[in-house]
């Protein structure tokens, strides 16, 4: 929770006449190419051992949106994409999270070209 409260509050310097607001399911940016069910938790590279939900919370994403609603800047809390794309190759690091990390960056993208 220490760390979430320093992010906001450094965020809210940075935007302070915006409000973060979570993002859930039936957020579109979730349903603009691939059908997701809501943020993913995609683990970090670093525990081996500790792959899958056991001993971690849950994943959420956040946004600051712009006076139409569009996202303006989008939040991964709690979910490690950056070594989903990054270690797709690495026999030790399982495919799932991989392919979840993929889908979600694409889902990205599009929602960023297209809104």
Known sequence: ?????????????LFPDRQMVEL????EIFHTFY????????P?????QGYGQAGMNAASNHAIL?????VMVLINWNS???DGWEHTYDQWYPTQYA??????????LIYSLTH
């Open 24 to 27: 859930h399911a039936d957020h």
């Open 35 to 42: 059908d997701i069910d809501g943020p993913q938790m995609i």
């Open 80 to 82: 490690d994409m950056g």
């Open 44 to 48: 970090g590279r670093g525990g081996r």
């Open 99 to 108: 392919n979840s990390a993929y889908q979600l960056g694409i889902n990205y």
């Open 1 to 13: 929770q220490r760390q979430w409260n320093a992010f906001y509050q450094d965020f809210a310097l």
């Open 66 to 70: 712009d006076d139409t609603g569009r």
